[in-house]
């Protein structure tokens, strides 16, 4: 799609063309991209459905996932609907401000999810080098005020971002070669210095992924050291087991992280291929990470097994419905974590 030049002052609208270059097949690209985002959905879900309802589920580790879930949700929902109208129904335009919004929230929720990884890997740690510890340190408290701090982080930081993009006022063109708003994509449209946007983006991706990469790295690396000293090599394995899901989900989000942002910035990659890297590590992180949590935590797999038998009981008559079968929590994605929370607390006063 050929750009023209129509500067303007504080525009109203932008365009956005999706993926430059494969504007005649996007239709078709947007296929593989909906199923993720189907499979991001049922998978989310089913854990804000499971780690409520399953007492055995409701410890730090489990909190930290179900934070997880929340906000690959928040992920999808703020990047699934307006790329899809533009993939399938050739929706382009929305007001600049819906723009800064989407883009707030997109790179709000992305150093989101760095922070819960950070919080998980810091869990592990203290799981595996001190066990007996491990209830004292991380109490319900603490795991609010952690998943508080990570909100915060990366709710200031991106709102400093969007404020520094709301003073550029004079762009060269409305038409974002992108599509989603994505910060860089925004600000190459400016027809003014944009230094200070350019070095602060820098600034805040490196201080949530690469402040989170390397401490992860510290705690895997303590993590790795403490289960190779167990003298038994069955408490190797299981302790090494309790981490396989976490490795896999940090290695699949940085890789993609950094990937996606060094090729964008220092790379010399066509638009299209930086652009479905971008959207890739946007959308399938939220749709591996319940699967590969499923498949590795015996509670949640043995939870969607029963929920699926029982329906399928419910169906043919053999178990009568009610809700001592099948507890759950009704409500948003927060009243389901705001239950975990609670349900934390009350266990660990039982216990005490």
């Known amino acids: 799609m050929e750009m023209p030049n129509t500067s303007s002052l504080d525009p109203p609208m932008v365009t956005l063309i999706g ?5 005649h097949v996007q239709f078709w690209i947007g296929f593989p991209f909906c199923a993720l985002c189907i499979v991001a959905l049922l998978g989310n879900v089913l854990l804000l459905i499971i780690i409520p309802s399953e007492r055995s589920l409701h410890q730090p580790m489990y909190v930290f996932l179900a934070v997880l879930a929340a906000n690959d949700l928040g992920l999808c929902a703020s990047i699934a609907p307006k790329m899809l109208a533009i993939f399938w129904f050739s929706a382009c335009t929305m007001t600049f401000d819906a723009c800064l919004t989407q883009l707030f929230f997109i790179h709000a929720l992305q150093g989101m999810e760095s922070g ?25 408290s603490v795991l609010g005020q952690l998943v508080g701090v990570v909100a915060a982080r990366a709710i200031i930081l991106v709102s400093v971002v969007s404020v520094l993009l709301q003073r550029l006022h004079f762009f060269h063109s409305t038409i974002v070669a992108h599509s989603y708003c994505e910060h860089m994509a925004v600000v190459k449209l400016a027809a003014v210095d944009t230094r200070i946007n350019k070095a602060f983006g820098l600034f805040v991706a490196f201080s949530i992924l690469g ?3 390397v401490f992860v790295l510290v705690s895997y690396t303590l993590i790795l050291q403490a289960i190779f000293r167990l003298p038994q090599k069955e408490a190797r394995i299981k302790a090494f087991n309790t981490c396989t899901a976490h490795i896999f989900v940090f290695l699949e989000f940085y890789v993609l992280a950094f ?31 319940p699967i590969v949590y499923g498949v590795k935590t015996k509670e949640i797999r043995v939870r969607v097994v029963r929920m699926f038998l029982l329906e399928r009981g419910r169906k043919k008559g053999i178990i009568p419905s009610g809700p001592y079968f099948l507890p759950t929590f009704h409500g948003s994605p927060a009243h389901s974590i705001a239950a975990i929370f609670g349900n934390y607390g009350k266990r660990r006063e039982y216990q005490s």
């Open 19 to 23: 993926i430059p270059g494969l504007e």
């Open 211 to 213: 402040f989170d990469m």
């Open 259 to 289: 990937f996606s942002f060094f090729s964008h910035r220092f790379g010399h990659v066509s638009p299209y291929v930086h652009i479905l890297l971008s959207t890739i590590y946007l959308l399938v992180p939220p749709a591996l990470n």
């Open 116 to 140: 819960i990884l950070l919080a998980m890997a810091f869990d592990r740690y203290v799981a595996i080098c001190n066990p007996l510890r491990h209830s004292a340190v991380l109490t319900p």
